[in-house]
């Protein structure tokens, strides 16, 4: 089993609707989690960071977070054209350990 | 302003030929990190150091050495032992506290550095 599990995509919403994006984990003793936004040919930056169940917003981000169902999750409300993007998660473990696990990520789309 | 500067934005690198990757920050950040990503894949960890004159192996640390002599710089060589070093580098940096990471510390990324095979 993969650590960090996210579907590919691309997901395609139009604009304005809700982008829901997804990503699990393997290892329970994840403690930080982090959602990054990756344009083409650019180095990712940081949207959303959550280390407590439940649900986190900033503006239009909301990030969910689930540990007993090892899951973390990212809404995109909205959506505009300029979140066309890759979106990466990303899980330290507890402990104050530095190493991030990252996701293979999932492309978003959002169509006029 | 703040932040992590790579430097060249591309390399090329021509067989047999051992090439450096600079990372600079000034976020004052004791944790440095370099990422490997090929295209469609996520990011692959090379090497990590927590403080200075120390770093420990990635993933993926064959055909990589480093070295953090200065807190602000962590060069990333990319030797001829590295059959497959066409890829985009990362370096990334945060902050921490006696070489460890405060929870929920995120990493911030520099631009990257493209890195080809002539």
């Known amino acids: 089993q993969k650590e960090v599990e996210q579907n590919s995509g691309p997901l395609s919403v139009p604009e304005g609707a809700i982008a829901s994006l997804n990503c699990t984990y393997s290892?329970?003793?994840?403690?930080?989690f982090f959602w990054y936004r990756q344009y083409s040919g650019k180095s990712p930056e940081l949207i959303m960071s959550?280390?407590?169940?439940g649900d986190k917003e900033d503006g239009r981000f909301t990030a969910q977070l689930n540990k007993a169902s090892q899951y973390v999750s990212l809404l995109i409300r909205d959506s505009q054209p300029s979140d066309s993007a890759t979106y990466l998660c990303?899980?330290?473990?507890?402990?104050?350990?530095?190493?991030?696990?990252f996701g293979t990520g999932t492309q978003l789309k959002v169509e006029l | 302003d703040g932040g992590i500067t790579q430097s060249p934005k591309y390399l090329f690198r021509k067989e047999g030929q051992n090439v450096t990757l600079s990372c600079e920050q000034n976020?004052?950040?004791?944790?440095m990190y370099w990422y490997r990503q090929d295209p469609g894949q996520g990011l692959r960890l090379i090497y990590y150091?927590?403080?200075?004159?120390?770093?420990q192996k990635g993933d993926i640390a064959e055909g990589y050495s480093v070295s953090r002599e200065k807190k602000e710089s962590f060069p990333l060589t990319v030797t001829s032992a590295q059959k497959n070093p066409t890829a985009f580098y990362l370096c990334?940096?945060?902050?921490?506290?006696?070489?460890?990471?405060?929870?929920?510390?995120?990493?911030?990324f520099g631009d990257g550095t493209r890195l080809s095979i002539l």
């Open positions: 990303a899980f330290r473990l507890g402990g104050g350990g530095n190493k991030l696990t």
């Open positions: 290892d329970r003793g994840s403690q930080s």
């Open positions: 959550i280390y407590s169940n």
């Open positions: 976020l004052n950040h004791d944790a």
């Open positions: 150091s927590q403080i200075v004159n120390d770093f």
């Open positions: 990334a940096s945060n902050t921490g506290t006696g070489g460890m990471v405060r929870e929920g510390q995120p990493q911030h």
